[in-house]
């Protein structure tokens, strides 16, 4: 049976590597990217708002997480979605199609490549969606539609694996070596707060 992606890329000098993500990691990005597919549909007409990403108005975060998505799981897997130039709403959508016709337990093979730690990498796309959805969400005036438990789950992961994230392209894209600068919240706080705050924003931001 053809892979979720569509065909594979043969190699003629050495078995594929064969990875596994869970069914569990799978269905909470899905569930990331339902959120962050709302903001977008809210975007018509105000792409250059300015967002908490100084570098981004609202088109490039779109933009930002469907490079994130090409670089991290899609090219290295030969996969490209059809995907219009010119319209974000409709450029994510393919990419969330694409997300949604994925099996319960991705089976994916590497043909060639290095060894690759998706597993590793999938949470790190959830994480990357939940906080660009925030971020999205602000800069339009939207509802931020985040489950607080994916959040609260995406908090202990960047805590644990905050150099990762760093390395990621996450915080400010411009500086050689991104350096997060966590903004303090109060030991009260919702994860949501607590997840945009650790990853250098500020949870009182509004759009200028």
Known sequence: MAPWWGATRPTPHRPP??????????????RACEGFSFAVGDGT?????????????????????????D??????????????????????AAIAKVLRG????????????????????????TTDVLVHTWDLAKALGS?????QNLCAEAYDAAGRNIVGIEKSGMYEP?????????????DGADS??????LLGRDPEWRAP
């Not at 590597?17 to 899905?30: M, P």
């Open 143 to 147: 509802p931020v539609l985040l489950s």
């Open 174 to 186: 411009s500086v050689p070596v991104p350096v997060p600068v966590p903004v303090p919240v109060p």
């Open 102 to 125: 994925a099996d319960d337990d991705l089976k994916i093979s590497v043909p060639g490549g290095p060894d690759m730690e998706l597993a590793r990498l999938v949470p790190m796309l």
């Open 192 to 197: 949501v707060t607590k997840l945009v705050a």
């Open 17 to 30: 590597r064969h990875h596994v993500i869970s069914g569990d990691a799978v269905d909470r990005h899905l």
């Open 71 to 92: 670089v991290l799981l899609f090219r290295p897997l030969g996969a490209k979605p059809d995907r219009p130039k010119d319209d974000p709403v409709t450029r994510w």
């Open 45 to 69: 007409g105000r792409w250059d708002r300015p967002t908490p990403c100084p570098e981004w108005n609202a088109r490039g975060v779109v933009e930002h997480v469907i490079g994130f998505h």
